[in-house]
């Protein structure tokens, strides 16, 4: 008898079976990975072929990112919480100005090592001074006498004069852009004059003998003409550029005390703990938020946005003095 042995190879094909769904759900899952790490790769890298736009500060960033859409790269240099009074400028930002198209900055030496960066840096850019298309007011300096204040985004009517001279700069630099840009400015224009009707309605539910602010920092001039609410005080020896000794910090407190105010306010550039002694020794109340100066703040913070950073600062004050918010 001639025995035949079958070899049972089912056991191989069930291996096969079982491993195949396996292997290609783990290249779907590289291939996809893959994919997204791409994308992420891509969104974070400046679009080339858009017009590039550079701007000096948050503030001005945030407008023309507003007005510009998806027509142009908008390349903001400061991040958000960086005091453009006293920021020195790294290598990088160089290259940046010069591979620019156009270079909107403030202006009226609010970011000085920027200023004198830009006008060195080589390049083809235009650049426009966004904030002096505003009338100044004037500050009081030891050193150099009176001189142009640079926070004229304190008014948001002055806010509208630089969202229209960004749409003008932005029509000059791309044409066919211009129905674009036009409409974005327009929009943002509305959206601007709202604002500047609530900040004003609010500021009037404040109590008349509280409606005073005391700041640690010469910002609001701008926000209390516009509103009217008088500047009673700025507490100049806890600026973005000195640490006060023990004998200001004395000065400071004496002049919070005789001025009467209910409560003192500190900024997101200035080191809250300076302030606090104050408020503390001159026996006032601390604001519980700081206010947005120089800078616009974080993604997600109350203060991302221009409009977003004037709401919060209204609604800071108005609280702090005794006012009624009422939500936008």
Known sequence: MKVILQRDDSHLYGDVFYFLPKLCLGMLLSITLFSCSQQNSTSNTPDQDKPQVVATSTIIADLAEEVGGDEVQVTGILKPGTDPHVYEPVPQDTRVMEEADLVLYNGYNLEPGLIKLM???????????????????QLEEKSKGKVPD?????????AIAMANAIRDALIELSPEDKEEF???????????KQLDGWIKAQIQTIPANKRKLVTTHDAFQYYGYAYEIPIAGTLIGISTEEQPSAQTVKQ?????????????????????????????????KLAPRELYSDSIGAVGSPGETYIKMM???TQTIVEALGGKNVSR
């Open 150 to 158: 640079p926070h004229v985004w304190g008014d948001v009517k002055n």
């Open 311 to 313: 709401q919060s600062n």
């Open 119 to 137: 006008k060195s840096a080589a390049g083809k850019a235009r650049q426009l001074a966004v904030g002096e298309v505003v009338k100044p007011l």
């Open 252 to 284: 400071l407190v004496e002049e919070v005390k005789k001025i009467g105010v209910p409560a003192i306010f500190a900024e997101t550039t200035i080191n809250p703990a300076l302030i606090k002694t104050v408020a503390q020794e001159a026996g006032v």
């Open 182 to 192: 036009t409409k974005n400015a327009q929009q943002l224009t509305n959206e601007l």
